[in-house]
Nanobody
Framework: QVQLVESGGGLVQAGGSLRLSCAASGLTVSDFAVGWFRQAPGKEREFVAAISWGSSPYYADSVKGRFTISRDTAKNTVYLQINNLKPEDTAVYYC????????????????WGQGTQVTVSS
């Protein structure tokens, strides 16, 4: 059974940093494309970043330079480092996995975690 478990969210002040974790079981993260998405209240789920074996990480334009996605194969975990947080980053952050190539469309992902809340105060 595949499980993706996010952690690391919280309440931070603008300008702060967080590192989100996505711990996987039932699949090997190096064999899948793993993406991070976020959903703010009243908005659609949006792509943030994705990583897969053999490809450069892929970022949404809105987060380039502040977000970094990485992977620890020994821990079977994918991370999202978020720096210089802004109030507009407030959302529930989800990780997701799919076989095949990196994609920004959440409908193309097969497995999802339950999400972790990030709240940024101004």
């Amino acid at each position: 059974q595949v499980q993706l478990v996010e952690s690391g969210g919280g309440l931070v002040q603008a300008g702060g940093s967080l590192r989100l974790s996505c711990a996987a079981s039932g699949l090997t993260v190096s064999d899948f494309a793993v993406g991070w998405f976020r959903q703010a209240p009243g908005k659609e789920r949006e792509f943030v970043a994705a990583i897969s074996w053999g490809s450069s990480p892929y970022y949404a334009d809105s987060v380039k330079g502040r977000f970094t996605i990485s992977r620890d194969t020994a821990k079977n975990t994918v991370y999202l480092q978020i720096n210089n947080l802004k109030p507009e980053d407030t959302a529930v952050y989800y990780c997701a996995a799919r076989t095949g190539t990196l994609q920004a469309d959440p409908a193309l992902y097969d497995y999802w975690g339950q999400g972790t809340q990030v709240t940024v105060s101004s």
